[in-house]
């Protein structure tokens, strides 16, 4: 299945992915980085979960309800009509007599109920239907049988050695049981309706149609008024945005506020090659953008929960990494599962990520930047800051000349990459910012000196001839990375090293009018073979256009970037500049951060012509 075109679900504690002939291809329990359960995105005999007509394996529309996460999949056959719709059930909250083992941060009123309900109705005629649930817990590794309980053929349970969680599937149909497939066929005839749900926790499923429909529907109901929360502006775009705030919420773990960089791992940025990489986890660069994001859109617990989880790290380690578990794990071993083909048969697949352990000058940058946002969306400084400040902005101005792996993580040679040297100077100009607010007047003079000690060396080393910012500081190649500069504030935007810059990757470093990260033969990445086109690249051109006056060629770009949105609306990492494609892993949380950054710089310049320069929010 072409990777855009998969359907998202999320309960805020795992996420699956339904692949349009019906099938759960991917899901992991009992959290978003766990081991899967359902994996035929990577393998064929890795596991899925399907409910279709026997006769048909396209359906005839495919669509979220409205504001919600509640997927619906309409089937029409010669005979009939049925609708699917599936959905990973939230409910109220429900620890008042015990803790919950997992909560970090601020009860809600609800929360997961670890249970995926699958729901048909027949609509028109009759419709044979078949539903195939044959799970594969472990990546495929593991082969499971089933055994009936005292719901005698309408629940069954899931026996497997090496696999501890207890998982049922109940049902108001019949099921059978073939090895480790359990299975339904049942004629369905107008006005029948049918449930299926898979339950892994202590929540009870539901037993009959009419409580899975009143779960269902308030779940629906949830998605609906957590987006009415949000402030989007009435444009024709709004849905963009809308699905991208759905989607970041849905990547949200909500026990402890992190944001996962998406739902899977190595999902190939080439059909075929090895930049497969696993993003189930958080990085600390996400950091600013998702509470700009956030905090532009209204969402203010949602941008103080991630804080909380960043600022929880931030006081446990003396050195930062880059990326950790969603709920906070500092150790994620890379290794390959070789006995799985990847997708497309695109190897390797890859659990863990060695670029935890990465040098990458950038993260004090967007540590630093993040804790000036929420400073200033909430008018003071938080107690526990001044610590985390002190030594993050320390830390930066310890390694700021020293050679790093880069935003872009390249296995390859460290470079003094400009960017990373950019993020240096937003540690050292934020941390002097906040030191001012609070009284460290001292602090606030040596990191404003340093700062500008940091610029100096950056405007001598990594700027060209033409007056363009280069990739790292022994290159005159381009890196889209650089589009940063003017959204962080390294310059003015209307100044020439910055105009140029811009310019120059929106003239050079693009293919088809998508923007490239850099080109792989200018820059050792310690991989080999091509890649897309980095789609959150091009959602930053559009953003640096318009902050630099561009605004009709921002405009053009942010409608072409919207059509070539999935079917649903989700972007994967990157776009295929032939054939528009989605590659990389998906739903890419980064790209959608972009995204929402993007259309609402367009939005709040559409009164502007060319050449004009609009006053944002400043840094």
Known sequence: MPIGDYGFLSDGETTALVAPDG????????????????????????????????????????????????????WGTDTGWIIVRDVLLMGPWRHEDNYSTWQRRTPTDYEAEHVLLRTIRCVKGEVQTVIECNPSPDYGRLKPSWEYTDLVYHQGRMICDGWERPVRLTTDMRLGFEGSRANVRTLLKEGDTRFIAMSWGTKEPPLTYEDAYRRQVWTAHHWQHWLARGNFPDHPWRSYLQRSALTLKGLTYSPTGAICAAATTSLPETVGGDRNYDYRFTWIRDATFALWGMYSLGYDWEAIDFFSFIADIAERDDNLQIMYGIGGESELTERTLDHLPGYANSRPVRIGNEAAKQKQHDVWGALLDSVYLHAKAHKHVDDRIWPILAKQVNAALDNWRDPDAGIWEVRGTLQHFTSSKIMCWVAADRGAQLAAVIGQDAAADKWKQAAEEIKADILEHGVDERGVLTAHYDTTALDASLLLAPLVRFLPRDDERIVNTVRAIADELTEHGMVLRYRTDETDDGFTGEEGSFTICSFWLVSALCEIGDYTRARRMCARLLSLAGPLE????EIDVHSGAHLGNFPQAFTHLALINAVLHVINTAHLTDGELYTPDPR
């Open 570 to 573: 989700l972007y994967a990492e």
């Open 23 to 74: 099938s759960v291809d991917w899901m992991c329990l009992p959290r978003m980085d766990s081991p899967s359960i359902f994996g035929t995105l990577l393998g064929p005999h890795a596991g899925t979960f399907r409910i279709a007509p026997t006769d048909a394996s396209v359906p005839v529309a495919r669509r979220y309800l409205p504001g919600t996460l509640v997927l619906e999949t309409s």
